[in-house]
């Protein structure tokens, strides 16, 4: 089975800066996607940036931006200019690309915007 | 587009009583998840639907939970007899397959209490 890992449970960045929100994976798979969402105090889960496993470039979504390491497992994002609005829960998901479609979370890191 | 739309957004209710939690997915979406967020299990898959056929139910913690589809625009989760234990916020969720990192959209959540 897969498992994704978040070692942050909290962080903190001060506005404008940059901050980087670490996940790992573990799977078997070959092909798979991989997924940053957010979810603010209002509990939306809101998709944020996603990476197709075959794909070498990493993905990036105006101030975010992912590190995807697929030898080291490893699926980073970064935020650029943090802004106050990026105050939220930041979960990382897996999912297959061979016919189950389910989700599988991390524990997600709580991000803390500093004015 | 509503978005995925979820009744009722809170429900308390004594433990042992029937607590049925309603979702309504994005029109043209042929996949259906319900998710359950608790602190000590974070998100967890409990089933989901393709084309309102049950595809893994495997997440289903056990007989007092059932969910069913009986068109393309309706579902149901229904805990009977809930238990304190129960508490938690579930989530709907929807997509529209097209073939790679095609997004799940969640709905607003439904947060349950069981006293």
């Known amino acids: 089975a897969q498992t994704v890992t978040q070692s942050q449970p909290e962080m903190s960045v001060q506005e404008a800066e940059t901050v980087t929100l670490s996940c790992t994976y573990d799977t078997s798979e070959s092909d798979y996607y991989l997924f940053w969402y957010k979810q603010p105090p209002s509990r939306q889960m809101i998709l944020v940036i996603r990476?197709?496993?075959?794909?070498?470039q990493n993905a990036t979504e105006n101030r975010f931006s992912v590190n995807f390491q697929k030898a080291a497992k490893s699926f980073s994002l970064k935020i650029s200019d943090s802004q106050l609005g990026d105050a939220a829960m930041y979960f990382c998901a897996y999912r297959s690309a061979f016919g189950n479609e389910k989700l599988t979370f991390g524990t997600g890191t709580r991000l803390t915007i500093i004015p | 587009d509503a978005g995925v739309i979820q009744s009722p957004r809170h429900e308390v209710t004594e433990m042992g009583q029937e607590v049925t939690l309603r979702c309504k997915p994005i029109s043209g979406h042929d996949y259906l998840f319900w998710y359950r967020q608790t602190m000590m299990r974070g998100l967890e898959l409990l089933i989901y639907f393709n084309n309102n056929v049950p595809i893994d139910d495997s997440g289903m913690p056990e007989d007092r939970f059932s969910a069913k589809m009986p068109n393309a625009s309706f579902s149901t989760l229904k805990i009977q007899p809930s238990e304190p234990r129960d508490s938690a916020v579930y989530f709907c969720?929807?997509?529209?397959?097209?073939?790679?990192?095609?997004?799940?959209?969640f709905g607003p959540g439904t947060r349950l209490t069981v006293t």
């Open positions: 990476q197709e496993a075959y794909k070498q």
């Open positions: 969720a929807s997509s529209l397959t097209s073939g790679g990192a095609y997004e799940q959209y």
